[in-house]
């Protein structure tokens, strides 16, 4: 997981003077973000600061930020800025930042969070001088972080445990998360499947799983059937977050040999996941009455 390289630098308190994290999802810079704040804000509130490129009312213009990373710490031995949203940054500020990249303070550190998978922002000969980690998440990769995030948080999911959450959520990490937290009150030290089965589709008798194979079976009456259980328990979000897995999983097992059909699937999810952000009605009746029809 490119998200262990974050964890090593923070372990090492970050010794570099200007950091670049890029990732394409928010949740992740969300976490990097909060493991900063949990490492340097509670212990030197005086000499951390965190700035939001994309909000006018959570950022300050550039030269005060860099008139913020030139200014000795008080009674410290760094000063530590964040920039979030650093893509959002205007060409002649992002010259600024340059200068300073390429004579950074020796007291200070500047983290810049980038929200997208190409932080092309500073000039070549700049971007040099900076340490530029992806922090990212791979899909094979997301058993292995559902265990390690549970375990930061004093429980441990067996195996069938993470099969069935990812089964059951997708692969959105955000909502991976949310349903690892609920456990962290528990007064268990180990999540099995039945635990999951009962904290995440509470009351439901059928998983995303037993969806697929209705439709891949054709099987209009089932396929509603199993909707109308989950939909009671799960958000549309959620379930699709589930679908998209699933067919992800066995679009791997075809080895190619059905590409059209997945890109149709695929391209059927996305439209979903569009019109469930618009808030539009009936969004995943509409959907599964589309992969009956065409995800054939």
């Known amino acids: 997981m490119s998200i262990k390289q974050f964890q090593q630098e923070l372990a090492k308190e970050l010794p570099s003077p200007v950091y670049l994290f890029y990732s394409s999802e928010d949740f992740l810079l969300y976490e990097a973000l ?3 704040k949990d490492r340097y804000q509670g212990a030197d509130a005086f000499n951390f600061d965190v700035f939001d490129i994309k909000s006018p009312d959570d950022t300050k213009p550039v030269e005060q930020i860099v ?42 550190l500047l983290v810049m969070l980038f929200g997208g998978t190409s932080p092309k922002i500073f000039d070549a000969a700049v971007a040099k001088d900076l340490k530029a980690i992806a922090i990212n998440v791979h899909e094979k990769d997301i058993p292995l972080w559902i265990k390690e995030t549970a375990k930061r948080k004093g429980v441990e999911f067996s195996d069938r445990a993470v099969e069935y959450l990812i089964n059951c959520v ?7 998360s949310a349903e690892i937290e609920k456990f962290s009150s528990w007064n268990t030290s180990m999540v099995d499947i039945d635990d999951v089965k009962g904290m995440v589709y509470a009351g439901a008798e059928y998983s995303a799983f037993d969806l697929v194979n209705a439709l891949r079976n054709k099987d209009k009456s089932e396929v509603f059937r199993i909707f109308e259980n ?4 799960a958000e549309p979000q ?11 999983n066995l679009r791997s097992r075809s080895q190619g040999r059905e590409e059209k059909f997945f890109n149709r699937i695929f391209k059927l999810l996305h439209e979903a996941d569009a019109g469930i ?9 509409d959907l599964l009455i589309k992969l009956l029809v065409h995800g054939s």
Not at 277 to 285: A, F, G
């Open 34 to 36: 909060s493991a900063i």
């Open 67 to 108: 008139d913020i990373l030139n200014t000795l710490p008080f009674l410290s031995e760094r000063r530590v800025v964040v920039i979030q949203n650093i893509q959002k940054i205007p060409k002649k500020d992002a010259k600024k930042i340059e200068d300073y990249i390429s004579a950074p303070s020796n007291t200070s």
């Open 170 to 176: 997708g692969a959105d990490l955000g909502m991976l």
């Open 230 to 233: 989950v939909n009671k328990n």
């Open 238 to 248: 959620m379930l699709l977050g589930a679908l998209n897995w699933q067919y992800a």
């Open 277 to 285: 952000k618009t808030s539009r009605n009936y969004v995943m009746e």
